[in-house]
């Protein structure tokens, strides 16, 4: 939170591992698939690790499911963000777009909304054509937001799309971003039970306290019910990236991690009582953690609104 952590000397470290090339298929210099790369970000999350995995990774698997890999997947600090614009000649031009570390990235991947049509692309940083702002949202220091502002910058790499596949496209992504809050939310309970455990009011642990142990079980039950979005999500993105029903899980799966990750960091931060609401206690990285994140794609709501539309839709 004070800046005191060399974050490029943990990136390398992370490299060094081979973290970020998980889920990149072998072709591309990477091991595993979309299972092994949700444990890895449920343990990020967990950990609340100060470094773009999240979006680099995140990114890695939108150009991976558009058909735009290459062996620099994962080698280099990504971001991804959504903006409607236009693509012109290998040239992007898009709206303000809000991107998870994107000060510190080496490149940004769109996806680019243009009337019935929609482009993935990936432009290289810095780029003359790319304005960056100062940092917006700035909940948690140690995961930033940035506004980038992108007017006739070069493209990398390009290709265009049907706007019905917007969803398909999204599904990693949503994956990667939710299976990270699991982690956030998971992190939280773990910290809050340990707490109630330890922790001795009027004779009696905590923790024996009906009315606590209500509040507790309630969380549990938002952690596994998003778990288990998340898992079965990860099956779909690795078995069948590009049907519709994928994209509707991932919408479920994102809107369910961020309900959890935000109601559990705050019953943490509730339940540590006067611990909880100082800076030295750990509970409000949890909770800025959670609130910087799930501003990352769309909130809970518009996801389970779409999910709903998209199911409303299959049965006209």
């Not at 019905?164 to 910290?191: E, F, N």
């Not at 039970?193 to 009027?202: A, E, G, N, S, T």
């Not at 540590?272 to 501003?295: I, K, N, P, W």
Request: some cysteine.
């Amino acid at each position: 939170m004070a800046g005191d952590r060399d974050v490029d000397e943990l990136w390398s470290t992370l490299l060094d591992s081979g973290y970020p090339q998980i889920g990149v298929p072998e072709r591309f210099g990477g091991v595993g698939d979309a299972i092994d790369l949700t444990v890895l970000l449920e343990e990020a999350g967990r950990a609340l690790l100060p470094v773009p995995l999240l979006p680099t990774v995140a990114a890695s698997q939108l150009l991976l499911l558009a058909g735009l890999g290459d062996d620099r997947l994962g080698l280099r600090r990504s971001t991804l963000g959504v903006a409607e614009g236009r693509v012109r000649d290998a040239r992007v031009t898009c709206g303000p777009v809000r991107v998870l570390h994107g000060a510190d990235a080496e490149s940004v991947v769109l996806i680019v909304t243009e009337d019935t049509n929609l482009h993935v692309v990936e432009v290289d940083l810095p780029s003359s054509g790319l304005v960056t702002s100062d940092s917006v949202n700035d909940l948690d220091p140690s995961r930033p937001m940035t506004k980038l502002t992108v007017t006739d910058a070069a493209t990398r790499r390009h290709r265009e799309f049907p706007t019905a596949d917007r969803h398909q496209l999204l599904g990693p992504a949503r994956l990667c971003i939710a299976a990270d809050l699991v982690g956030v939310s998971a992190g939280a309970l773990d910290r809050t039970v340990q707490h109630i455990l330890d922790r001795r009011q009027f004779g009696r642990q905590l923790a024996a306290f009906q009315a606590v142990k209500h509040q507790m079980a309630d969380a549990y039950v938002r952690v596994e019910k998003a778990r288990s979005l998340v898992l079965g999500t990860a099956l779909a993105v690795r078995d069948e990236p590009l049907r519709p029903r994928t994209g509707q899980l991932s919408l479920f799966a994102l809107g369910s991690s961020i309900e959890a990750a935000v109601e559990v960091s705050a019953r943490c931060v509730q339940l540590l009582g006067a611990m909880g609401v100082t800076f030295e206690a750990d509970a409000h990285l949890y909770l800025r953690r959670s609130h910087q994140t799930a501003l990352a794609l769309e909130s809970a709501s518009a996801a389970f609104r779409t999910a709903a539309e998209i199911e409303r839709q299959s049965h006209v």
